[in-house]
């Protein structure tokens, strides 16, 4: 199993270009979520998916699109880039619910400049 | 407002001197607590999930305990190879998810 794979892993944009950042998990978990991880804040949420169809905002959603047309896809897509866009992000994915000792299967991250 | 905060910061150990890294988080309502292992250019890797104060978990050379306020993370007898920075992260409805800024572990052989 590949588990969670991003593309691309690295990415400059310029500022007001658009893009996709890509996410697929072959493990058939339903809850699939994306970060951003930024030098001391840690990981924020910034939209997540608990199914194929149903998507909704975390902590830092401006600025960036998502939808979950299937259970193994969730694209991020930002609209028009800035510079305060520049991060790593990750995109994780669990069972439905992170319990029973399951806690998220991460990505490997995409490492995103805007300029 | 924070919800998470891990301290210290960033810790350095010589080989096999045990410490405890911890992580406090500041509402009620907790649903279950996360400890995860980042290794620089990586994506976190799962270690533990705590549900309730009181609650222990082991793996390896690491013990994760909790209580109504925070979570403590005990490295015994560390090697070099459990250099990494940890995270913790809560949880109040398994949806969200906060996360500290994580422990940045070096442990010097």
């Known amino acids: 199993n590949a588990g969670v794979t991003q593309t691309p892993k690295f990415q400059v944009l310029k500022t007001g270009q658009s893009m996709t950042l890509q996410c697929a998990q072959d493990?058939?978990?339903?809850?699939m979520s994306w970060y951003r991880q930024d030098p001391g804040m840690g990981l924020r949420l910034i939209h997540y998916?608990?199914?194929?169809?149903?998507?909704d905002q975390g902590e830092v959603p401006n600025g960036y699109n998502v939808s979950r047309s299937t259970t193994e896809d969730f694209p991020l897509r930002l609209l028009s880039a800035a510079p305060s866009q520049t991060s790593v992000y990750f995109c994780?994915?669990?069972?439905?619910?992170?319990?029973?000792?399951?806690?998220?299967?991460f990505g490997s991250g995409t490492r995103l400049t805007v300029v | 407002e924070d919800q998470v905060t891990q301290s210290p910061e960033a810790l350095r150990l010589q080989e096999g001197e045990s410490s405890s890294l911890n992580c406090s988080y500041t509402?009620?309502?907790?649903?279950?607590l996360f400890w995860y292992r980042q290794d620089p250019g990586k994506g976190p890797e799962f270690l533990f999930t705590?549900?309730?104060a009181g609650e222990e978990k082991e793996k390896e050379r690491l013990k994760a305990t909790l209580t109504k306020k925070e979570s403590f993370l005990h490295i015994t007898a560390p090697k070099p190879e459990d250099s990494a920075t940890y995270l913790c992260a809560v949880t109040y409805n398994f949806n969200k998810f906060y996360f500290g800024s994580g422990t940045k572990l070096n442990v010097k052989p």
């Open positions: 509402v009620s309502g907790l649903r279950g």
């Open positions: 705590l549900y309730s």
């Open positions: 998916s608990v199914g194929a169809g149903i998507t």
């Open positions: 994780a994915s669990s069972p439905r619910r992170a319990e029973a000792n399951y806690g998220y299967t």
């Open positions: 493990m058939n978990h339903e809850y």
